[in-house]
């Protein structure tokens, strides 16, 4: 009798388990859009607020899924797309007038207003968030429900970074926020520690589930923006899945086997997986770049250590380091051929770009005109070692040049910099420490020569990346933090122009402005760029979904479904 | 029993001793690392702005926060506090998470992976070793340099031959991680067919290394209590072979035991490497993570779980051993 109760009880709890067991829970392959290479850690929180290094929904350049900001940037014609922001345009000099969009609606339903516009920026003038436009900012206000003034200080305006920034922030619904605040007593150390799971936004996704292994965000189905900004159509993919790779490997062969559907990863020779291996894989250009070039990750020198503080020790390093071949081996023949200047000749900026005034002033991968720098101009001698000695004693290394640990591709790009630097007699090693201490040593001047990006594309450019590479006023001392101007360059001319440029609207005058701040650069040489790189990285693999833009079919710039990307959301088609 | 409660609380004392000084290191040593963690955070945050006010308002906002700008003898005491209100702090690395959270989660995975894992390489390589050391001949010619073999390799090798084989090259097991990226952590069959999936070749390469210890060191005993006077005696008198190789084990596993209680207690240390060749996401690649971004607390939190686990594996190991042989207990509280 005690058996077979035993036996009943092991059958049952089997049948209850499997009762149990049988719910779904894997996410269908073909209402999934899968995307990596933005999230490298655990989200540990969904409040915009945090500004954590690590918070899946914190960038308002990128993320526009849950939130939504006023504009989005196209990097390929320099241009705002409309999101919550209708239009806007300058009424003077001070003020700038944004319409907001009187069809949009938060996921609760309640209508984006202006008055949540003013909201959202003026918590920045509250709290210490990072949102730099209060330097420049006098006040936001609201004029009607759909229309905001951002007025500037009179005596500090920079309309530059001020239309930068409304494409930067993003809107948050004040009903909602402002009780955030209140119950955690305007207190911004606890307003940044809550968590804000199921955030409510504007934006046509919502958070659907979060693990450290995967992040899944849903379709609103009443999403405004269906209806005002795509004609009423919805996005096909009713999830977007980001899985967490812990690295680049484990993500290009997701990628590959078609785990993943659209990638912004550093993915080496992406060409062989159409040309060698036959697979539906796309980037944007179908041969060498592959990619749209957009930021330049430069190397920077200590300009104040003897001898780098020589223009001419820094320009004869700049001649000896072999640009193809890091673009080559390093970049995968990502990067165009690297120019010397502080404007980027490709996409909105390059209409300052004057490629006269490079080939005559700028320099190129020559070793020879290196030597003869070196020899000619500086009167250095060759030692025993095959370095060069200043007329002073002094030997031409070792300097090191520094980047963090594991980004490949820089690692190997400095490698390349340091080989072709002693090729010519110029004695460079490189060191990779871990990234907290590649930062440190970047900002407190801790370095001889170190690499960094000054900036990314944005509606300020070229004048941000002057302004990162030049210019010194507030930027501290060596040994002190600095977020800019790392190698501590001081030049009053270039701080005098670089004031000067936000103000002038008159584009001729402007060109003329940049050109001037090139040549300084170019003769003073304090950093040059290595390579050219894309803003995100864009590969499409169309075993699921098919629809992708790319350069025969350019309706959205090759941002992996993110900033002005978004739009390709709408345009995917699940693949027959 | 008076005898023994002295022993208890004069090793009591060494070891709560032990405790603070473990505390202590804690603290100062992942702040011996070079580097500002709080400027890492702001530069991420900031990254491609210009210089201004607002960058310096931000960095003193978190370094307030996190109490970095008091003097290091309060942060510790204030640490200290913490630690026996039960709170590891929270991290930077992944702020604003609470580095309890993220080490709650994670030690479910390293004792789910390790101790299993422990206690079969144990079970399997004692039985192994014994049998080596009675029947000889060929069984001991094979166990024995197979076991020495595989104990020589140094740990993340296996660990990586094991993932490029049976991973990368055959495809049996997936490459890493706790479980695929497309499920759901739920009850479901898949989903735990799925962990196990995963699990298989960490817990393998753990069972491996463990057996291959264990039996080299039960073999080895094993020989020594065959050739004692009781084991000649016992067979003088006839008694049976089965009889007389329960002694042997007996007597022989005594030491094992010690080894046994050591590997458990520093068991989340020792899954430092398991878990980053194999992608786990246990305590261990918290560990490594800390230390890469100069996460203080998480890498305070990790060392002093790893800490309490070797004290609290010690301090009963000396227990057991106090009330069990009494050799140990008189000279140890002589000495004291």
Same mark, same amino acid.
């Given at each position: ?108 339903? !309640? ?71 209140? !119950? ?393 | ?336």
């Amino acid at each position: 009798m005690k058996k077979v109760f035993v036996v009943f009880l092991l059958l049952a709890s089997l049948v209850m388990g499997s009762a149990l067991f049988a719910q779904v829970t894997q996410i269908p392959r073909e209402e999934a859009v899968y995307v990596a290479g933005f999230q490298w850690g655990p989200p540990t929180t969904d409040n915009p607020l945090a500004g954590g290094p690590m918070t899946f929904v914190s960038d308002p350049r990128q993320h526009i899924w849950i939130y939504e900001t006023l504009f989005t940037w196209d990097a390929l014609n320099g241009k705002y797309v409309p999101i919550l922001g209708e239009s806007y345009r300058w009424l003077d000099d001070l003020r700038l007038e944004v319409k907001v969009n009187p069809k949009a609606y938060f996921h609760d339903g !309640e209508p984006v207003t202006a008055d949540d516009v003013v909201y959202s920026y003026k918590l920045g003038q509250k709290y210490p968030l990072g949102l730099q436009i209060w330097e420049w900012l006098k006040d936001v206000y609201k004029v009607d429900n759909h229309t905001v003034i951002f007025e500037m200080k009179p005596d500090n305006p920079n309309r530059l970074m001020v239309e930068d920034a409304i494409g930067a922030t993003f809107i948050l619904p004040e009903h909602i926020w402002s009780k955030v605040e209140a !119950e955690n007593n305007y207190d911004l150390t606890k307003i940044r520690q809550f968590r804000n799971e199921n955030p409510v936004g504007s934006g046509p996704y919502k958070v659907f589930y979060e693990s450290p292994e995967t992040i899944i965000l849903e379709r609103v189905d009443n999403y405004w923006g269906n209806e005002a900004l795509h004609g009423g159509k919805k996005p096909a993919a009713k999830y977007i899945v980001h899985p967490i790779f812990k690295s680049n490997d484990e993500g290009s062969l997701a990628f590959e086997n078609g785990e993943v559907d659209v990638s912004q990863q550093f993915t080496p020779r992406i060409w062989e997986m159409w040309e060698k291996k036959g697979l539906p894989v796309g980037t944007w250009y179908d041969e060498i770049p592959y990619y749209v070039p957009s930021s330049m990750p430069s190397l920077w020198f200590n300009v104040n250590k003897y001898p780098l503080s020589l223009p001419e020790v820094r320009k004869a390093i700049a001649y000896s380091v072999n640009y193809s071949r890091i673009s080559e081996l390093a970049m995968s023949n990502y990067s165009p051929k690297v120019q010397a200047s502080l404007i980027l000749p490709y996409g909105g900026e390059a209409k300052y770009f004057d490629e006269n005034l490079v080939k005559q002033y700028g320099w190129e991968y020559n070793p020879k005109e290196a030597v003869r720098i070196l020899e000619e101009d500086l009167g250095a001698t060759k030692g025993r070692d095959g370095i060069y000695v200043l007329p002073d004693g002094t030997r031409l290394g070792p300097f090191t040049v520094e980047c963090p640990y594991g980004w490949t591709d820089w690692n190997a790009s400095l490698q390349i910099v340091a080989q072709s630097a002693r090729a010519v007699g110029i004695d460079i090693q490189t060191s990779f420490p871990d990234a907290p201490i590649a930062y440190d040593n970047r900002q407190t001047g801790n370095f001889d020569m170190t690499m960094w990006t000054p900036s990314q594309p944005s509606p300020a450019q070229p004048w941000l990346r002057f302004q990162i590479a030049l210019y010194s006023k507030g930027v501290p001392e060596v040994g002190q933090i600095a977020y800019s101007n790392f190698g501590r360059y001081r030049n009053e001319w270039a701080d005098q122009l670089i004031d000067m440029n936000p103000k002038v609207t008159n584009e001729k005058e402007l060109k003329n402005l940049y050109t001037e701040l090139d040549q300084i650069y170019r003769e003073d040489i304090p950093m040059f760029p290595l390579m050219y790189r894309p803003q995100t990285f864009y590969e499409y693999n169309e075993t699921y979904w098919t629809g992708w833009a790319n350069a025969k079919n350019p309706y959205a710039p090759p941002m992996p479904l993110v900033g002005a990307g978004m739009e390709m959301l709408w345009h995917l088609e699940p693949a027959k | 029993m008076k005898e023994f409660t002295r022993y208890f609380f004069q090793k009591f004392f060494w070891y709560l001793l032990a405790f603070f000084l473990a505390l202590f290191l804690n603290f100062f040593l992942p702040r011996l690392i070079p580097g500002d963690p709080i400027s890492v955070i702001v530069s991420k945050m900031m990254s491609g702005t210009v210089a201004s006010e607002t960058q310096e308002r931000v960095y003193q906002s978190f370094v307030e926060e996190f109490g970095l700008d008091k003097p290091l003898p309060i942060q510790f005491f204030k640490y200290i506090g913490n630690v026996f209100r039960g709170d590891l702090g929270t991290s930077f690395s992944l702020y604003p998470l609470s580095v309890n959270e993220v080490l709650g989660n994670a030690i479910v995975w390293t004792i789910s992976l390790q101790f299993p894992a422990i206690i079969v390489g144990w079970i399997l390589g004692n039985l192994l070793g014994a049998a080596a050391a009675y029947r000889k001949g060929f069984f001991d010619k094979t166990i024995f340099p197979v076991a020495l073999f595989v104990n020589s390799i140094p740990y993340y090798a296996l660990a990586i031959i094991l993932l490029y084989v049976f991973g990368v090259y055959l495809g049996w097991f997936p490459i890493g991680g706790g479980y695929s990226r497309t499920l759901l952590p739920s009850w479901s069959w898949a989903f735990v067919i799925d962990v196990l999936h995963h699990y298989f070749l960490p817990f393998i390469s753990i069972v491996l290394v463990t057996i291959g210890g264990q039996a080299i060191g039960m073999r080895e005993m094993s020989i020594y209590e065959l050739n004692t006077d009781y084991v000649t005696y016992s067979k003088m008198l006839g008694i049976k072979d089965k009889k007389i190789q329960s002694y042997v084990f007996k007597n022989a596993v005594l030491p094992q035991i010690t080894g046994l209680a050591i590997s458990l207690g520093t068991m989340i240390g020792g899954a430092l490497i398991t878990e980053i060749v194999f992608g786990y996401p246990g305590v261990g690649t918290w560990l490594f993570n800390g230390i890469r971004q100069l996460d203080y607390p998480m890498i305070q939190g990790s060392t002093l779980i790893i800490a309490m686990m070797v004290l609290i594996a010690n301090f009963i190991l000396d227990m057991v051993y106090g009330l069990i042989d009494p050799r140990i207990k008189a000279a140890q509280t002589e000495e004291g």
